[in-house]
Structures are given as C-alpha cells and as structure tokens.
C-alpha cells in the first residue's frame, strides 16, 4: 500500500539515550549517530549553536561525511554525532 504524506506525518520516532554505569565498550570510527537536516542553513544554525557553548567539530572527519558535506562532532565517549544536510 503506498504511503501518502498525511501517513508520514503520523509516524513515531523514538531516540533513547542512557547513561550506563559500566564503561562503554572500544570505539570505533562507525559508531555514529547521524542526523539529516533539511538543509546546509539549518547545518549551519546547528554548529554555530555548538560552537557558542564552547563545542569544535572533529579534527579528523570520516571521509565519507567529509564527502557528502557531513559535519562530525564528538560525544563524551568518542563516538561520532554527524550533522548532515
């Protein structure tokens, strides 16, 4: 059955953030979390929100996000937040 926009419009999205008492298991350079933007504006509103709370993109960025305009960040245990447009 094809989906029209007013059934898109009703879909749920649940993200679920813990915090653990154990030690987070070895990082690696695809543990990422991404988020699609609506656009490069919106990108931009994003990182200079980061950046005035004191926060600075990654120095090495993964090649792909680096190739397809995505701007990675990194969260208290080293894993990748990936802003994309």
Do not use: C, K
């Not at 990182?47 to 960040?73: D, F």
């Amino acid at each position: 059955m094809p989906q029209t926009d007013q059934m898109q419009q009703r879909r749920a999205t649940h993200l679920e953030i813990v915090r653990v008492r154990e030690p987070a298991g070895p990082v690696n350079r695809f543990d990422q979390l991404v988020f699609y933007l609506a656009d490069e504006p919106s990108q931009q509103d994003v990182m200079a929100r980061l950046a005035a709370h004191g926060l600075q993109p990654a120095l090495q960025q993964h090649p792909y996000w680096q190739a397809n305009g995505g701007v990675t960040y990194h969260d208290p245990d080293g894993r990748g937040v990936v802003f994309a447009s």
